[in-house]
């Protein structure tokens, strides 16, 4: 029971922590993140047309990247270019694409704004590792092989890697050093002869990438087709995770874990009777994660120091 629990906890935390690390370029470098929603959507549809139409799901999964990361410079030339309100901007993008995957999905495949069941060719493939049926034999580590790591998604490998790969880069690379510099004090990198706008449009760039992965994964991977609404606000819960992670990669990845494994618990609680309680109603079960996000934003969030320029437009001086 409790490694049935971990590993739905990593499933569902998959395309939280890589829209969390998304959430973490973009706001270092000082562009709010709350188009987080609307671009993981966006690839979520994109990414399950695509492989709908091509039986591919590695085509599926470069149209999703590619749709989240248009809409990821969309944001960036309203905010970085233009300096427009950030929030607004990522709202639109959220309000826009929660529209307009369903109208597009009702146009082209006539079901109900959403897409057509996927085959089982056309979704991202499961992991099988090997000598699965000679390890289940060894006590403990047996079935942590078994039954959390063989038959993974290919996109929760792709998540772990993303993790340690971030926190790298923003930590260990001149590029990283230079857009936490952007994040905090962007004139300083400007009088250093660097360009605060390329730097923030490569980290809404990388911001789109991770997105689009999330979205894909959600329709491609945990699922089998895309239908409304299906990012089912996982986009602010990663952003949520950013908060309460203070804006670091290892804290925002425990956060992620802990909101998912709130999610896998509700999910196994619904409709079963408790000691001295019985049945609780689903929709008290499943608002669970979200109330714990509120709970631990209002405990913590006082306490988290974001980077110091965040949604404030940078305008160089003449």
């Not at 959390?148 to 772990?160: C, R």
């Not at 609780?280 to 669970?288: E, S």
Request: with cysteine; hydrophobic share 55%.
């Amino acid at each position: 029971m409790a490694l049935s629990i971990l590993d739905s906890t990593i499933r569902v935390a998959t395309p939280l922590v890589l829209a969390a690390f998304a959430g973490l370029f973009s706001e270092r470098s000082g562009i709010v993140a709350v188009g987080l929603e609307g671009m993981m959507l966006a690839g979520a549809f994109f990414a399950a047309a695509v492989a709908f139409q091509t039986g591919n799901p590695w085509l599926g999964l470069l149209a999703g990247i590619a749709a989240s990361t248009a809409l990821a410079l969309v944001h960036g030339y309203a905010c970085i270019t233009h300096n427009g309100n950030q929030v607004v901007s990522g709202m639109a993008i959220n309000i826009l694409v929660a529209g307009l995957a369903p109208t597009l999905a009702f146009a082209w495949f006539r079901a109900g704004g959403q897409t057509p069941m996927l085959p089982a060719g056309a979704r991202l493939p499961q992991v099988r590792l090997p000598a699965v049926e000679t390890v289940r034999e060894v006590p403990v580590i047996g079935p942590v092989y078994e039954i959390m790591l063989d038959d993974m998604n290919v996109v929760i490998y792709i998540a772990a890697v993303a993790v340690v790969g971030s926190a790298w880069v923003l930590y260990r690379t001149r590029f990283g050093l230079r857009l936490r510099a952007v994040g905090e004090n962007p004139a300083a990198v400007d009088t250093a002869g660097i360009s605060v706008a390329a730097l923030r449009y490569q980290a809404m760039a990388l911001c789109g990438v991770l997105t689009g992965i999330a979205g894909a994964f959600l329709s491609t991977g945990l699922g089998a087709g895309f239908v409304r609404d299906m990012t089912a606000g996982k986009g602010y819960l990663a952003l949520a995770a950013l908060i309460f992670g203070k804006w670091r990669p290892w804290p925002t990845l425990f956060a992620c874990l802990l909101f998912a494994f709130t999610d896998a618990v509700q999910i196994r609680l619904q409709g079963v009777p408790l000691p001295l309680v019985g049945v609780i109603p689903v929709q008290f079960i499943q608002m669970l994660p979200y109330v714990l996000t509120v709970l631990l934003l209002a405990g913590f969030v006082g306490k988290a120091v974001a980077p110091r320029v965040i949604g404030i437009p940078y305008v160089k001086e003449r």
